[in-house]
């Protein structure tokens, strides 16, 4: 069965450090998000991407955040200069298409450490 | 989103349906009901999700009530497996993302 993956597992990194987190979707989707979740709290929603731009962000999504599909498989989040408010476990997901009735299928996420 | 509520948290015994109510009464007429759940220190996963007509899968069915107003995901033979936290989202706008509220913590208990 299909599924997102996500590299590394585990990423940890001293403050003010650049980081990038890799996900493949899944190969036929053409939706793909981010997620964040802080220990203990929701999972939030950070941004989504579709036909190779932005098409929703969250006000977490400062400009410290970007995103990129660098080839036909991989989608990354960068974060420029993390802060120890950055730590927290970071989904991916893809979906088919971004209509009504199309589930998003989430990777096992990359959890960010920053000290 | 619309606003759904749904219990803190649940318990079941092994082998029993769950049960697990949700109340959507702002739910639009365009709207789809979905549920998600996450295990703990997974990412979430999709399990069902149904417009007016009540639906089944592989993983669970989702009971719809005619006036759209809440309804229920029932797994029919809890396993320990599905200790999990169940959301219950209705998105609205683009579709574009989920909205994850608290959702129910599901204990299943030997």
């Known amino acids: 069965e299909p599924e997102v993956t996500q590299t590394p597992s585990h990423q940890v990194t001293q403050m003010g450090q650049e980081v990038i987190l890799r996900c493949v979707p899944i190969?036929?989707?053409?939706?793909f998000y981010w997620y964040r979740q802080i220990l203990g709290q929701k999972v939030e929603f950070l941004v989504s991407?579709?036909?190779?731009?932005?098409?929703?962000k969250s006000e977490i999504f400062d400009d410290q955040f970007s995103v990129e599909r660098p080839d036909g498989s991989n989608f990354t989040l960068k974060i420029r200069s993390t802060k120890l408010e950055d730590s927290a476990m970071y989904f991916c997901?893809?979906?088919?298409?971004?209509?009504?009735?199309?589930?998003?299928?989430f990777g096992p996420g990359t959890r960010l450490t920053v000290l | 989103d619309a606003k759904t509520t749904q219990p803190t948290s649940m318990d079941c015994a092994e082998g029993r349906a769950a049960n697990l109510p949700c109340n959507h009464s702002?739910?639009?007429?365009?709207?789809?009901v979905y549920w998600y759940r996450q295990i703990h220190s997974q990412g979430p996963q999709y399990i069902i999700h149904?417009?007016?007509n009540n639906e089944t899968n592989e993983m669970a069915s989702l009971i719809i009530t005619e006036d759209r107003k809440s309804s229920t995901l029932i797994l029919p033979h809890a396993t320990l497996r599905d200790t999990a936290v169940y959301y219950c989202?209705?998105?609205?706008?683009?579709?574009?993302?989920?909205?994850f509220g608290i959702g129910t913590k599901l204990q299943v208990i030997p």
């Open positions: 997901a893809s979906s088919g298409a971004g209509g009504p009735g199309n589930e998003q299928f």
């Open positions: 190969s036929n989707h053409l939706y």
């Open positions: 991407f579709y036909n190779n731009e932005i098409s929703e």
């Open positions: 702002t739910i639009s007429g365009n709207e789809y």
């Open positions: 149904g417009l007016k």
């Open positions: 989202i209705v998105p609205s706008g683009g579709y574009q993302k989920v909205t």
